[in-house]
């Protein structure tokens, strides 16, 4: 038997790194193999960006040629109109060229940040549960959506302007001592004071734009849960609070961002500043080296052009270090995401359920979650506080060595009072969590064993809260199923949607075509309970797993998809956690699920006869159902006209 790992052994990395944490290169450079692809085209598009600044340079020496020898030598008019062909043809040149770059960059850096999002929406898709109990969703949202989006800004116009401007001011520098080594010392002389500021700007707006960062996808994450919950808000009416709370998380991000622009304003002022009181002073110290026959007035011009030139990507430098540092945090929150492991993975030495048969076991099965996550969380936390994500609870063992054996083609009910774990059960037999210890198997291998696709064919589970899809019926209920088109997936779904009394659905305005879930059809409550139990029966799974799939319909639907279920499934083996005496009547046996340990197991009647937590915990379950939409239930009939007129 090979020895299985303990649960999240390397979870998440810290999310809350601070931007101190990696230097500047070692984030940026995680980019490498990612961008590497589109290198040729970005560097062409550098090549083409370098030489329309070159050409921008080269205006004003052609200018110092035309002063110099029309004015000084008396050249004829016609080398004016000469010179100003050329510059003319320079400027068009440089306009191409910055046409070229555009078109050159853009394109691939739209397709890898197209590519990034992909690769990241399906190592979300990958990451195990418990890592999606730990980041909000709105913080998930923001990477995926906003860090991307800045990151191809960054690749087609930051990155390539800041090196454009780099070598364009080292070029500039270098003509300026050509002209004039006095001036030239005068404007270098700007730089010293900029360079001190840009090292204190970056360290402040570093932590600015990681705070700034970390805070939107915070908002987007109350968003998106006042979105969500938005009936709970406002029947409890408690819309003013939770505009409250928003306003207070909008203020903070307002100020962090009131900060970033105070720092980035502060260094714009700093670098168009310095550079102009250098261009004055070099003014009157030109003029009078021009007066003393030490410059000429071409020279004296070309030198002014070109430190206007100079200056003015001197000037930008503000904007794109800024860039520069926010697109650094951009790959740092990128990472944080791509680096968590996900340790829910097939086995390296997979066996197979050759003849499923369904016998489903627990054997001694602990469980607690954010075990290890709990650990990392907290170091990191103590490292680096951020808002990035929730702080892991501390762990507590949920379940305390769970053994229970259910027979092949069984129902077994789960009883237990609220909190007991009978949900957290339920998620360790398709792996939603791993065990902490002990092991669970279906027909004697344990789950870890068996491929993960493989599993969750053999395993279907509907849970009480029901999550739709924003597509149709067909597609919704054949989620799981074996097959998808054809005759055979219609059979399935017809045969899903009978069993689970989910006859509704052929009178929606479109029939099953019709489209559910979110941006679709509102559906009540039993409605989108049954959808997601004919899911869980289309997949044909050996073992059906309903955390409380019925909770919402009426006693007498209960017993009709009960009664269904029994024929359809006769040789499924189901486990179901139950809210509702009815629901316990389904079932051959029950467990009684109490602190983390199974207490009995035996029929209805022996465990009422002899248990007395059983008789409670029975006692305290509801007779109706809870959250029964009898509004917006429809009469079945009404959705029955084949039926109904046949009786
Ligand atoms: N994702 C989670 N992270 C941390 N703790 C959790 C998580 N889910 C559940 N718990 C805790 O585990 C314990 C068992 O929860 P579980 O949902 O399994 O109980 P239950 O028996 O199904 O309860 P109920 O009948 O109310 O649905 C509870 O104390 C709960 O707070």
Known sequence: MPQHAPVDPKPASSHRSGPQQTPYWASIARLGPIVRPIVPRLLVGLVVALAASALALAVPQVLRLVI??????????????????????????????????RVLVIEPSIGLERQMRVTMYDHLQDLPVSF??????????????????????????????????????????????????????????????????????????????????????????????????????????????????????????????????????????VVTLLPELALGTGLVTGIWLAASGQLSLGSL???????????????????????????????????????????????????????????????????????????????ARAAAPSTASRPADPPRDVLRGVTLDIRPGETMALVGATGSGKTTLLQLVSRLYDVSGGAVEIDGIDVRDLPLAELRRLVAVAFEDTTLFSSSVRENVLLGAPVQEGAEADRLLEEALDVAQAHFARSLPDGLDTTIGEEGLSLSGGQRQRIALARAIAARPSVLILDDPLSALDIATEERVSERLGDALAHTTTLIVAHRPSTVALADRVALLRDGVVEDVGTHAELLARSEHYRWVIASLPEEPSDLDREHEPDLDDFLPEEAESR
């Open 301 to 379: 011009a070309a030198f002014f052009a070109t430190s206007a030139a100079v200056a003015q990507f001197v000037e930008a430098s503000g904007m794109l270090v800024g860039m520069a540092l926010t697109a650094k945090t951009a790959v740092d929150r990128h990472f944080e995401v791509m680096d968590a492991r996900n340790t829910i993975t097939d086995p390296e030495s997979p066996r197979h359920v050759t003849a499923p048969r369904g016998a489903l076991a627990f054997r001694d099965v602990r469980f607690a979650f954010n075990a290890a996550a709990h650990d990392a969380a907290s170091s």
């Open 132 to 269: 999606h109990d730990r980041w909000g969703s709105g913080q998930l949202l923001s990477r995926s959506i906003a860090d991307l989006a800045f990151l191809r800004r960054w690749l087609a116009f930051g990155a390539i302007f800041l090196v454009v401007s780099l070598s364009t001011v080292t070029l500039g520098v270098v003509l300026l001592f050509t002209l004039s080594w006095q001036l030239a010392l005068i404007f270098l002389a700007a730089a010293v004071p900029i360079m001190v500021y840009g090292a204190i700007f970056r360290r402040r707006f570093s932590l600015a734009t990681r705070r700034s960062q970390d805070q939107a996808g915070d908002l987007a994450t109350t968003v998106e849960e006042s979105v969500h919950g938005i009936r709970v808000l406002k029947a409890f009416g408690r819309a003013r609070e939770a505009l409250e709370g928003f306003t207070e998380q909008a203020q903070q991000l307002r100020e962090t961002e009131v900060a970033k622009a105070r720092h980035q304003a502060l260094f714009s002022l």
């Open 68 to 101: 110099d020898e029309l004015v000084h030598s008396g050249t004829q008019p016609s080398a004016v109109w000469g010179a100003a062909g050329v510059v003319l043809l320079l400027g068009v040149l440089e306009a191409t060229m910055i046409y070229l770059r």
